[in-house]
């Protein structure tokens, strides 16, 4: 059984410039998609990941974070990826109760240095291998730091 494979003529977002794209779903999804979506042309996409990637390096860089090592793509997708992850200790952090301020204390020397493990992690590839790590994880490391402090 094979599928379908449509072509449709879409605009770039940016420039206005019109290009082919190949939609595989059925007719009709792909309409929808290509009416909604906002397409971009592979020099306006570029741009788009570049300017991306920039806010966010400036972002991580403000809270301690060094530049990633790796091919230009690898740290457009490594960024990414790091600020999900802090978002993850963020909301962690945010979301815990303690009995009295030496645990709350004691809690937040943990994070500090749990993010201080990350600041050192400079290579790109890092965060990608590391991308599919969760709250638990994350949890568990910090609960780990607190246990040898």
Not at 80 to 105: C, H, P, Q, T, W
Not at 121 to 148: C, Y
């Amino acid at each position: 059984m094979t599928e379908d494979i449509y072509s449709y003529d879409v605009k770039c977002r940016t420039c206005r410039t019109k290009f082919k794209v190949q939609l595989f779903e059925s007719h009709e999804k792909n309409l929808f998609l290509v009416d909604k979506k906002y397409w971009y042309c592979e020099k306006c996409k570029k741009e788009y990941f570049k300017k991306q990637t920039a806010e966010l390096v400036e972002e991580h860089q403000a809270i301690g974070f060094a530049d990633l090592e790796g091919s230009q793509k690898m740290v457009s997708w490594a960024v990414k990826i790091r600020g999900e992850m802090i978002s993850k200790v963020d909301y962690l952090k945010k979301s815990l109760k303690f009995e009295n301020d030496g645990a709350k204390a004691l809690s937040d020397k943990a994070f500090e240095m749990f993010l201080r493990e990350w600041q050192e992690k400079t290579d790109a590839k890092w965060w990608v291998d590391h991308r599919r790590m969760n709250v638990r994880d994350i949890s568990k490391r910090v609960e780990e730091i607190k246990e040898s402090v």
